[in-house]
């Protein structure tokens, strides 16, 4: 088993999942919300649970796991495909974001690099899943989720952020379906 994989289809994983060349894509709140439609069609349909998210910029943390009869690599692998698709779309269209035709560029050089993508590479591979043993683990990764939006100075408090699940942690109303632990 390589490290970073999901061995275990339906335990606890802190995942990241990255924008190639960490691009800033996620600055756009149609792009974010694309993410957040996705997150809740995963929980309602995919058999995702969610304890803890974060929307950063150019990438994103999930502390999840898949319910029995789900695949949690499936999932993903799922999510970040259609979350790709529909960001290039929005990008192609050139609507919403002015870095448009740059972002396209890269994205397409990047997809020479890979045999298997024929136009834009938007995710980078993996998951970097790191599977979650205990307890006290569990609440390491959740703090650091947490932690992001006020490490990167966009939040004095994190349950300010409405792209992360600090919020229903604190008691507020989230934007995407989370199991609080």
């Not at 024929?118 to 970097?128: E, I, M, P, S, V």
């Not at 100075?153 to 109303?173: C, H, N, P, Q, T």
Request: proline content about 1%; overall charge positive; some cysteine.
């Amino acid at each position: 088993m390589k490290p970073f994989q999901v061995a275990d289809q339906n335990a606890v994983y802190f995942l990241t999942l990255t924008v190639v060349e960490w691009i800033d894509i996620f600055t756009r709140k149609e792009f974010k919300l694309e993410i957040v439609e996705s997150l809740n069609f995963c929980v309602e349909r995919k058999g995702l649970e969610i304890y803890g998210w974060c929307l950063m910029s150019n990438h994103l943390h999930l502390l999840c796991r898949s319910k029995e009869a789900f695949r949690l690599s499936d999932t993903i692998q799922d999510f970040k495909k259609f979350t790709s698709r529909k960001i290039l779309g929005s990008l192609q269209n050139d609507s919403i974001e002015s870095r448009s035709k740059w972002i396209l560029k890269l994205l397409k050089e990047k997809s020479r690099t890979q045999k298997r993508i024929t136009n834009f590479k938007f995710w980078k591979d993996g998951l970097h899943a790191i599977h979650i043993e205990s307890s006290k683990v569990f609440e390491q990764k959740l703090n650091y989720i947490h932690h992001n939006p006020v490490e990167a100075l966009i939040v004095e408090e994190s349950e300010d952020y409405l792209f992360s699940s600090a919020r229903d942690y604190a008691g507020k109303k989230g934007l995407v379906k989370v199991e609080v632990y």
